[in-house]
């Protein structure tokens, strides 16, 4: 059977998938088993709910918190609030364990539910997976005074907003944004935090209780948010995702500033501060490598690891790093955050326009992106794909045509029967025919 938890917790169509009796058993599970592993230090354990405006989310909600109170847990519902703003209160109060109910960039229909340790961070995979063996099992139930209780969590709002601000080193006053906010759980923290920080924020996505969250807005679609920046005249349009997790940003004409190069923005501030350890800014296999190349000019290394925020994290805390994330905008700022959060990221970008006196696209000219071309090939064997002596030969040749001057990404998909093709040249039309020449090989040796 496929693991029930993804890459980014569990994650289904809400009320087919993701039911309030999975919700309750999840977090039955969870408390089971961070008990039995110590986490709770033999005290009553307390946990912090969150969720993002999405309709499902006060079902799912509710079922969260009443699972965990049955288990013995006392339980502070935060209410709508991002995920990084629930990574945080779980840091700073010292709460034994965080639950945000979100399906992130996901359309309304859909919703999940993702844990954090003690500390704001993300459960590992075997504590994922321990909790989903247990579900449906039989359980001692508490009774009486030994049940959890569930009240609201006054102040989240702002004591989330004041940690945001509380992280930048000077004033954003004479900056113009416009904040994208996916209809999401950014439509009130994202203006406040701005707000605060001294810039003049005009709003749009912020219509979170109608239930549209990510619909035609936010960071998967840029072209509202283009079309206001140009509209106000502003320096710089920052998008969030629905759960506030990433940030994508436009410059003052509408062009597009990706995750890539906010995390070059970043890394190069972090350096001249003497604050990037070890020279080091972490990315996923899918990064550009025009930022590679970007870097490499500054002194800074890329470590790599796979697709997913989590991984980032992990291989951040293992070197000890300052700073990494995905192309898509999740960036994780250490000395700040235990997770990719979409409005830090979007203050200290301001922060480097305002400390520099340079425009957004300024400094986003630090990288210059590579074309790159991306094919899926469905219905192959994607196992074999990564095995198959023709297919591995014929990235091989390509690899060795490109050079240094681009690079070839064979990925079998996570979910589907599918291999992604991605070619990064110094041409589109090199990058397209490339990419269409390898698809054929992997359709052809491995094709279903």
């Not at 190069?268 to 490499?296: C, F, I, P, Q």
């Amino acid at each position: 059977m496929a693991r029930l938890f993804g890459t980014d917790g569990v994650r289904g169509r809400a009320n087919v998938d993701i039911t309030a009796e999975l919700a309750v058993e999840l977090s039955v599970g969870a408390a089971h088993v961070l008990g039995t592993l110590g986490a709770f230090g033999g005290t009553r354990p307390r946990a912090i709910v969150a969720r993002d405006p999405r309709p499902s989310g006060d079902f799912l909600s509710a079922a969260v918190c009443a699972g965990l109170a049955a288990a013995g847990v006392d339980v502070l519902d935060a209410e709508v609030l991002p995920t990084p703003g629930l990574a945080y209160l779980v840091q700073s109060t010292g709460a034994d364990l965080g639950v945000m109910i979100s399906a992130s960039h996901n359309p309304a229909p859909d919703n999940g539910i993702k844990f954090f340790a003690r500390g704001g961070v993300k459960l590992p995979d075997e504590v994922e997976d321990a909790i989903e063996a247990r579900l449906g099992e039989e359980w001692d139930r508490p009774q009486g005074t030994e049940v959890g209780s569930i009240s609201r969590y006054e102040g989240a709002v702002e004591a989330y907003v004041e940690h945001l601000v509380s992280t930048l080193d000077r004033s954003l006053e004479g900056l113009t944004v416009v904040a994208d906010c996916a209809n999401g759980a950014a439509s009130v923290t994202g203006p406040l935090a701005l707000r605060a920080a001294g810039a003049t924020v005009h709003v749009i996505g912020d219509r979170s209780d109608d239930g549209l969250i990510n619909d035609g807005v936010g960071s998967t679609h840029l072209e509202p948010l283009q079309a206001a920046v140009r509209e106000y005249g502003a320096d710089i349009g920052v998008a969030f995702d629905g759960d506030a997790d990433r940030c994508l940003a436009v410059d003052a004409d509408g062009a597009v500033i990706d995750g890539d190069q906010i995390m070059g923005i970043l890394a190069l501030d972090l350096k001249e501060r003497g604050k990037l350890h070890d020279s080091t800014l972490v990315v996923t296999v899918m990064s550009n490598l025009g930022l590679k190349l970007a870097m490499r000019k500054h002194g800074i290394i890329l470590g790599q690891t796979g697709v997913g925020d989590r991984y980032v994290l992990e291989e951040m805390n293992l070197g000890g790093f300052s700073i990494g994330g995905e192309q898509s905008g999740h960036v994780i700022i250490a000395e700040h955050a235990t997770t990719g959060d979409g409005e830090l990221t979007a203050l200290h970008l301001l922060q480097r326009m305002a400390e520099t006196g340079r425009t957004s696209r300024e400094l986003a000219d630090v990288m210059t992106r590579l074309p790159q071309a991306l094919l899926n090939v469905k219905n192959v064997d994607k196992a074999r794909a990564t095995i198959d002596r023709g297919v591995l030969d014929a990235v091989a040749a390509a690899e060795t045509e490109l050079g240094e001057t681009g690079r070839v990404l064979l990925r079998p998909s996570g979910t589907e029967p599918v291999v992604r093709v991605m070619v990064e040249a110094p041409s589109d039309e090199v990058a397209t025919e490339m990419a269409e020449r390898l698809a054929t090989i992997v359709r052809d040796r491995v094709g279903l």
